[in-house]
């Protein structure tokens, strides 16, 4: 019992000794919803030690610039403009013994966009398709639609022998299984969903048949083939020309050696007489 006694009491004086050091900090708004700007600020009071500086996280990674020496007991950062990529955990960090931090949620409204707006595959292959989201809070319910006619859209269910979903917070894969080329050809929309609202991203999908593969190689043998015609044709019209200038070329000397000879008998003849 004593035991007991003793280990109760040091808890409580442990307790009672972090309470004392812990530094109560003010955050001033506490959380920023759906906001096109704001500015952040925190103070604090009594420190467990001197302040010897102060900074800014988001998600837990300091913010570039905020780092200051100052020993103030107030610090800001400012957000000019909150675009949907800048939601998330904005913490203001003073650099005590130990450590002083106070947290603020910067929440914005889904921000869902297709990881490729354009995707294909060949028929009887299977399809992938991807949207991811950055915004803070993350969808908390992912949704995929196939656009038919008149722009109207069905969903589609997961765990069917075609269609398979696999979703993150921040991502939703849509696989489908043997792509048909008449069936599956089209646009798909990605829905995302968190407390703000709801999101939408649109891919299209074109899928190839099997033979589209061959084309290319079919291209380089045509070509092959038209090269060797074109060579074949210019050697069948070339040689003629050249026996022609060939039996030229044997002749004329034959002539020019008779007319010598006619000539050289005909001073052998003057000098006899």
């Known amino acids: ?11 409580l004086c442990v307790y009672h ?8 900090i003010l955050a001033n708004p506490e959380s920023v919803i759906n906001q096109t700007n704001a500015i952040l600020t925190c103070n604090i009071t009594n420190p467990p030690s001197p302040i010897k500086g102060s900074f800014w996280t988001k998600n837990g990674d300091k913010i570039k610039g905020t780092e200051t020496e100052s020993v103030a007991s107030t610090t800001q950062y400012t957000l000019d403009k909150i675009g949907n990529t800048d ?12 450590q002083s ?25 299977k399809g992938v398709l991807v949207c991811v989201s950055h915004s803070y809070p993350p969808p908390t319910d992912w949704t995929w639609y196939k656009v038919g006619e008149n722009d109207e ?43 703000l609202g709801a999101a939408t991203g649109k891919i299209h999908l ?27 044709i210019y050697e069948k019209k070339r040689k003629p020309d050249e026996i022609t200038d060939d039996d030229d070329s044997g002749s004329a000397p034959l002539k020019s050696n008779a007319a010598t000879n006619h000539k050289d008998k005909n001073v052998r003849q003057r000098n006899s007489n």
Not at 17 to 24: I, L, S
Not at 212 to 223: N, Q
């Open 1 to 11: 019992m004593r035991l007991l006694g003793a280990f109760v009491t040091l808890s």
């Open 17 to 24: 000794a972090n309470a004392a050091t812990a530094a109560d």
């Open 87 to 98: 939601g998330g955990v904005y913490a203001c960090v003073f650099q005590t013994e130990p």
């Open 101 to 125: 931090e106070k947290n603020i949620e910067v929440k914005t409204p889904p921000h869902v966009k297709p990881y490729k707006e354009s995707e294909h595959g060949n028929e009887d292959d």
């Open 153 to 195: 859209t069905e969903a589609i269910s997961n765990g069917t022998d075609r269609y398979e979903i696999k979703s993150q917070p921040n991502k939703t894969t849509l696989y489908i299984h043997a792509l048909d080329i008449t069936k599956d050809m089209g646009d798909y929309v990605c829905q995302g969903t968190n407390e």
């Open 206 to 232: 074109r899928v190839r048949s099997r033979l589209a593969a061959l084309w290319p190689f079919l291209g380089i043998v045509a070509e092959v083939i038209v090269l060797i015609t074109i060579i074949f």
